[in-house]
């Protein structure tokens, strides 16, 4: 695909597909654990359940009280991934159980319990409410973090720690990424949103970056492939991944093992 030129940020009203996306989004809330994961081949990916490792729950002050839960693998973790929308990513352990990767944790802050799609956005993009971002950013940056390394004893180098996210978690990731690369040595970005885009200077280190859309979700491959190109530019290791498939759980699902073995090997 040819690379797309980097422009200023454009509100998501200038992209057609917003109202399409946000509807789909908080269609597609309620049924996050219903399906299985598909495979790039078509097949169904193979998960581990019930899981060997185990989940454990904390409640935070920040916003009232918004919880995180982290996957605790079986074995002393050999790296540790943060993510948005944690109460969904927290839940695929049992796809790194399955294939043959380091052993992982999975740090996972969940999304925020409004209904209203762009209250999770604001916290997600940077574009949008930059005093709801900066305070979101504290809560997974310093809060969680901290967290984790007084209840488990987890600290680990940023060349063993990744951020990942899904969608609108995608922006968050690569904002994530690009604001701390001393915390977070590698981003794992599937199907991003169009809010937060490449800024016109990039920042210097850089994480390596995986990036994967699917060939049926068009205005997210747009996304990915511009963040690919810009980041490609500006010197970084970047994978950018394109599969046949569409905007939903099963397809990141599929590829989060895949990001996992490119970030930390085996």
């Known amino acids: 695909m040819p690379a797309l030129s980097i422009t200023e940020y454009h509100p998501f009203t200038d992209h057609p597909q917003l ?20 495979g790039a081949n078509g097949d169904e990916a193979v998960r581990i359940d019930p899981i060997a490792g185990e ?3 904390e409640t935070f002050e920040y ?24 109460q969904l990513i927290s839940q695929w352990g049992g796809y790194l159980e399955a294939v043959d990767v380091p052993h992982t944790m999975i740090v996972g802050a969940y999304r925020t319990a409004d209904e209203d799609e762009m209250a999770r956005i604001k916290e997600y993009s940077p574009p949008f409410d930059e005093e709801r971002f900066a305070a979101h950013e504290r809560f997974f940056v310093e809060d969680v973090r901290s967290w984790v390394r007084s209840r488990f004893g987890v600290a ?11 969608s609108a978690s995608g922006e968050l990731a690569l904002a994530m990424g690009l604001r701390h690369p001393d915390i977070y040595g590698a981003v794992f970005s599937a199907s991003p949103g169009g809010g937060y885009r490449p800024p016109a200077v990039m920042p210097n280190p850089l994480p390596r970056t995986y990036l994967v859309a699917g060939t049926l979700e068009p205005f997210f491959l747009e996304n990915a492939t511009r963040w690919a190109d810009a ?27 895949l990001m996992v073995a490119w970030a930390f090997g085996r």
């Open 19 to 38: 109202s399409g996306w946000l509807s789909f989004e908080k269609d597609r809330g309620a049924s996050h654990g219903d399906q299985a994961a598909i």
């Open 231 to 257: 980041l490609r530019d500006a010197g970084a290791d970047v994978v950018m991944t394109e599969r046949v498939g569409t905007h939903g759980d099963p397809f990141w699902q599929a590829e989060f093992p």
């Open 55 to 57: 989940l454990v729950t």
């Open 156 to 166: 680990l180098p940023a060349e063993r720690t990744a951020v990942c996210g899904v």
């Open 63 to 86: 916003d009232g009280g918004r919880q995180a839960t982290v996957y605790v693998p079986p074995d002393p973790p050999e790296a540790v991934v943060f993510a948005g929308d944690g």
